[in-house]
């Protein structure tokens, strides 16, 4: 879909953006204009979120100084936690939790998966093992779990996700990491709030990291989950990280309508990757490293604009490690993250525009204020407006380049920021 087609859409688009704080001009030709204004906060380093697979082993830390990590697809969750009733096995979780606390980065772990023994549906079978995807079929299960792993890591751990990608047997017809009645997802709310609570009233729970567009989301919190909800989750996959600010909007359009305009949102997972030599390539995304550098960069910026709290990239090794087999950390990809982060940390984005495929967003830090470009569709000579008083870029690449007032510069999927000084644009705080 694009975005002249937003026009002829249902008006759940047009409310979601004035709650999301933008606003869609059309002007007079056949041009689709769109202007997104910015939250007006500062972005932390905690907006930097991440996935490791595997850190305890063989992955080196990553040189990206990201602010947070999600405790997911890194063998952690409930059925290897406790393999089998009341025996317990925490040496991964620890490490990991060691490791989070040695590179001050903030953990959230997420709750699930069923372990077979404590699974109503043992002979199920999930891609993570045999009923790993069914509720549990005591409560009490679920409870003592929860309370053990908040007991060990209290003053450690204070993010617990409910789920990863649930989906819910009223709505869907497919089957994801949890399979079940909204209800029974409610109840598992109910009980890990209170727990989470009893352990420590500093821990939050943060909901379900839903997919699709708003509807799980919504049947959650309409049957109840609103009420043990202290941070709203979703994970966002579109085909073009231009489509982020949509489906952000529709989010928070059902946010308002539960009156949970006030609570963060999280985007706990996004990711785009390059395929391998035996897979199929997602015709949508990036085809070569150039490419992949332009969707990372784009995917963040989008997303600050359009108020996300958190970001968390899925995932290192699949997509910032993937083709630097020797984990030198060099790769197009990693160094495409960190110059973004060095570009938004301590920053605000204040608003982005885009007209013909040519986006410009706006960048401010204290009294500095510079201009992140890009074109989502071509390669163009592009001559920057003359109040910008450009007189530099510096590239994805970390390369800085001299502009002359009223000379063009190439500008891409690649995006670069276009400033009015030549002073390096980095926060004092930054440290990559």
């Known amino acids: 879909m694009t975005f002249s087609s937003l026009l002829h859409r249902k008006p759940q688009w047009i409310a979601s953006m004035v709650v999301l704080g933008a606003a869609l001009f059309i002007s007079g030709s056949s041009a689709t204009e769109i202007r997104l204004e910015g939250p007006g906060n500062t ?69 699930g998966i069923t372990p077979r023994w404590a699974a109503s549906r043992p002979n199920e079978p999930f891609i993570y093992g045999k009923g790993g995807n069914s509720p549990p079929r005591d409560m009490r299960d679920w409870e003592d779990y929860v309370r053990t792993v908040a007991t060990r890591y209290k003053g450690r751990i204070q993010y617990y996700e409910l789920w990863n990608e649930p989906t819910f047997d009223e709505i869907d017809k497919g089957r994801g990491f949890y399979a079940g009645s909204v209800q029974t997802m409610v109840e598992l709310g109910r009980v890990a709030h209170r727990v989470i609570r009893e352990i420590d009233p500093k821990n939050k729970l943060v909901a379900p990291g839903f997919t699709d567009l708003g509807g799980r989301l919504d049947l959650y919190l309409s049957r109840g989950g609103k009420d043990f909800t202290d941070v709203v989750a979703h994970h966002f996959y579109p085909q073009k990280p231009e489509r982020m600010p949509e489906h952000i909007g529709l989010i928070r359009g059902v946010m308002a309508k539960h009156g949970l305009s006030h609570l963060p949102l999280w985007n706990t997972e996004t990711g785009y990757w390059l395929p391998l ?48 087999p020797k984990s030198l950390q060099t790769g197009p990809a990693i160094v495409s993250y960190m110059q973004t982060m060095r570009w938004l940390d301590g920053a605000s984005v204040n608003h982005c525009f885009s007209r013909d495929h040519i986006w410009m967003c706006e960048l401010q830090r204290g009294k500095r204020r510079a201009h992140i470009v890009w074109n989502s569709r071509e390669r163009v000579e592009w001559v920057p407006p003359v109040d910008w008083r450009a007189v530099q870029y510096e590239t994805l690449d970390a390369r800085a380049v001299q502009l002359k007032l009223g000379e063009a510069l190439p500008i891409g999927q690649v995006p670069v920021l276009v400033k009015r000084d030549p002073e390096f644009w980095t926060s004092s705080k930054t440290r990559l």
């Open 43 to 111: 972005i932390t380093r905690t907006y930097f979120g991440m996935h490791l697979h595997r850190a305890d082993t063989t992955t080196p830390w990553p040189i990206a100084r990201f602010g947070a990590w999600r405790f997911w697809d890194a063998a952690v969750s409930w059925e290897r936690l406790e393999p089998a009733q009341d025996t317990w096995d925490f040496k991964r979780l620890d490490t990991l939790v060691a490791l989070a606390g040695q590179h001050g980065v903030e953990p959230v772990l997420t709750l």
């Open 277 to 324: 030599a035996n897979e199929t390539p997602n015709p949508n995304w990036p085809r070569n490293h150039n490419e992949l550098s332009g969707y990372i960069a784009r995917a963040l910026i989008l997303g600050a604009v359009a108020g996300l709290d958190r970001f968390y990239w899925y995932s290192w090794e699949t997509t910032m490690l993937r083709g630097d």
